[in-house]
């Protein structure tokens, strides 16, 4: 060692901070944003929803994509009640749309409500950690793809918290 100072890297010292305040400041989720773009990109499906989950301390708001859809506090009761077998639920009216629940499905760790609209359209709805994911789909998007995209969409919700 011959007494010098090893010269610093300003770049090094200034991408170490701008990464600490990136974890600092790291923004909450935007259900809105979130359900936005997963329409944007899947233009077969018709709705994208988060609704209230009764019975857990923070259930999330209301939030709809498109923005602005029919959802009552009754419809959303009347979907938390679908999730359990002994609950009789007639048709949901929920987001400009008269939903039945066709069955419930468990598969792995998922359980999801299986609901008709009509012939070529229906949807599903599943649990997050303090709401309910609902997809729900018309003709040109199969059951089969509107499935994986709920318990894709679900687990992604739940990773981030909600």
Known sequence: MNGTIPERDDSDLLSSQLNEAAVVTESAFDAQAFLDDVQSKNPHCAVAA??????CEQPVGV?????GLEVSPASVEQLNAAFFSGEETSAIRLCGRELRVVERVEDGAHFLIVLS?????????????????LVLYDAGMTAAIARQLAVGLQEYVVAEGV
């Open 117 to 133: 609209s009509g012939e070529s359209s229906g949807g599903y709805a599943e649990y997050t950690q303090r709401g309910i994911l």
């Open 63 to 67: 939030t709809t994509s498109p923005v």
């Open 50 to 55: 988060l609704l209230p989950r009764e019975g």
